[in-house]
């Protein structure tokens, strides 16, 4: 027992399933002719461990970075089982990651092995004279798909080993070692590196948070005393959250733990699958809360038919909801309540492992993010600045010990970089980002995400972006659905040839400052935005423009669009 909890590795549960229900469906796999693969705990268990057995005779072992730069799918889970029963250390790069940004990790790291699928192979071949250090790429996908690796496959081919062939490797360590996998498995403890993982600054280069296996399962023990009473006993989910981000691999973790029934599916498909598999657990980013709600709220004037649409479809047994990454508006909160639906949300980082407060069952306030996990303290500096003590607490930042450094205070509390503010009953509420706050020249402080957030569930507007840091008033570059504003057009009898045209049209103008005015009604008059840019494009995470994770990269938006958006204080 460390620390009030049993400390398990992920391998030791897996074993522990085979034992005792090994016919019990792990993950359903949409196949793409149509149907789909089941694979049991057996069956997770007996890829696992030829995949461990092959890395560790490759020589993967106690502190050997492995990095996984791929999309979601089955193999994924498979490899991460691999790499941590042999004690390595999971190094996740994010599959829309920029050629550069996949090298800078890859180098920095010191990754000497790379799992990665042929997809991604273009960009690997591009960068590859940048990694020195990778000995072996294995390829998620089957020796006979080869073909679809054109000129770069040829390059690397020395260096390539497949799946299949990795798993027959395996089958002949497994045949002279039975007990190999569960030999490798004992010898983890709760001081090793589990994984590095490189958070999307939105300034500078990525930073390489280390997390030990304390750091995540005291977490995951925290976790599950605060939200296990909103835990059903079927457990089915809807896996679609990049499993290269801690909110995926956490969904992923906590499912491998309890024993979920995980199907696989994608961010475009999730909410069509949503109908067929009835799942009973979903963990989602707010646009899809947003999406659900939306949906239902415009399929009827009268409120019980809209909650029966929502049960449409979500299935109709969802029981557990947990939504992250960003705020969900009050009434959204409140619909699914009404539906008999919790909508949770909590506060964390990368470097908490990563959750610090959660609203829970019995003691929730929606207009927060929950009270402090039980192994976490939290306090708040003189100036607002959330801090953060715990087991949960990230180590260090790899091989960067100036930044490790300014990221905790004298007295050991972690800079969480976020204001807040502790209600009388001991809620957290977030009230923006510490280096992002805006400061008029009128002197007000201004949070810029609270008052973009009121945008979440625009059926038109995109992105807002404020702006107006020692301006007299707030202005903002717009971004639009495409696909919304060309509907409205048409409705409209608007005729346009390109997009770009129709951002400039009037009635285009003045639906997106009705909508703005309906959020200013409901600021403060220094918090409302007075004018604002239409930008034609989008914002993305190839421009620059958003982080992996898909955060605003303000700093790079400002400096990009900085005389446009200057233009909007000329007076005229």
């Given at each position: 027992m460390e620390n009030g909890i049993d400390f398990k590795t992920e391998a030791q549960v897996l074993i522990e399933k085979n034992n005792s229900e090994p016919e019990a469906v792990r993950f359903v796999v949409p196949l793409s002719g149509g149907g789909q693969l089941n694979l049991t705990w057996r069956d997770f268990l007996s890829y696992a461990s030829r995949a461990a057995l092959y890395l560790s005779h490759l020589g993967v072992g106690l502190d050997t970075k492995v990095a996984v730069y791929a999309k979601n799918r089955i193999q994924w889970p498979i490899c991460l089982m691999a790499i941590h029963a042999c004690r390595g250390v999971f190094v996740p790069v994010y599959h829309s990651n920029t050629p550069g940004e996949v090298a800078y990790i890859l180098t920095h790291s010191d990754s000497e092995v790379l799992i990665t699928e042929l997809d991604m192979l273009p960009t690997v071949y591009k960068i590859w004279s940048r990694l020195p250090l990778i000995k072996k790429i294995i390829l998620m996908d089957m020796r006979a798909d080869s073909t679809r690796g054109g000129a770069d496959f040829e390059e690397l081919k020395d260096k390539i080993v497949f799946m299949d062939d990795v798993y027959a490797a395996g089958e002949g360590l497994l045949s002279d070692a039975p007990d190999g996998f569960k030999r490798l498995a004992e010898l983890i403890t709760k001081d090793d590196v589990s994984a590095i993982l490189y958070t999307s600054g939105t300034t500078g280069p990525p930073k390489g948070v280390v997390l030990t296996?304390?750091?995540?399962?005291?977490?995951?023990?925290?976790?599950?005393?605060?939200?296990?009473?909103?835990?059903?006993?079927?457990?089915?989910d809807l896996l679609w959250l990049p499993m290269s981000h801690i909110f995926g691999w956490g969904e992923l973790g906590l499912g491998n733990t309890l024993g979920f029934t995980t199907y696989f599916t994608t961010p475009v498909a999730v909410l069509s699958d949503m109908p067929a598999v009835r799942p009973t657990i979903f963990i989602s980013v707010p646009a899809y809360w947003e999406k659900l709600y939306l949906t239902a709220k415009a399929s009827s004037g009268h409120k019980d038919d809209q909650i029966a649409k929502l049960r449409e479809l979500t299935g109709g047994r969802l029981r557990f909801c947990l939504s992250g990454g960003a705020g969900l508006k009050r009434e959204i909160k409140e619909f699914f309540y009404d539906a008999g639906l919790l909508l949770i949300e909590g506060y964390g980082l990368t470097e908490c492992s990563p959750t610090l407060t959660m609203n829970k069952k019995d003691d929730f306030d929606f207009d927060t993010v929950g009270k402090p996990f039980p192994r976490v303290e939290l306090r708040l500096a003189p100036d607002g600045e959330i801090l953060a003590k715990g087991l949960n607490i990230f180590r260090e930042y790899y091989k960067d010990l100036a930044a490790t450094k300014e990221a905790f205070d004298a007295d050991g509390w972690f800079k969480t970089?976020?204001?807040?503010?502790?209600?009388?009953?001991?809620?957290?509420?977030?009230?923006?980002r510490k280096k992002e706050l805006i400061v008029t020249s009128g002197g007000k402080?201004?949070?810029?995400?609270?008052?973009?957030?009121?945008?979440?569930?625009?059926?038109?507007?995109?992105?807002?972006?404020?702006?107006?840091?020692?301006?007299?008033?707030?202005?903002?570059?717009?971004?639009?659905?495409?696909?919304?504003?060309?509907a409205y057009a048409k409705q409209r009898g608007i005729t346009f040839s390109e997009f770009s045209k129709l951002v400039t049209n009037e009635a285009i103008i003045a639906l997106v400052q009705n909508n703005i005015d309906k959020i200013n009604n409901d600021l403060a008059s220094f918090e409302t935005i007075k004018k604002f840019h239409i930008y034609d494009g989008h914002l993305t995470p190839d421009s620059g423009f958003l982080t992996p994770s898909l955060k605003l990269r303000r700093k790079n938006i400002y400096e990009a669009f900085k005389d446009r958006l200057d233009a909007l204080y000329v007076e005229h």
């Open positions: 296996y304390e750091n995540l399962y005291v977490n995951a023990g925290d976790w599950i005393d605060v939200l296990s009473p909103l835990i059903p006993d079927t457990m089915v970089g976020d204001l807040g503010e502790f209600t009388p009953r001991g809620f957290l509420k977030i009230k923006g402080n201004i949070s810029p995400q609270l008052i973009e957030l009121r945008f979440k569930d625009d059926p038109y507007v995109e992105h807002v972006v404020v702006y107006g840091d020692e301006r007299k008033y707030l202005t903002a570059l717009i971004t639009l659905k495409q696909d919304a504003i060309a």
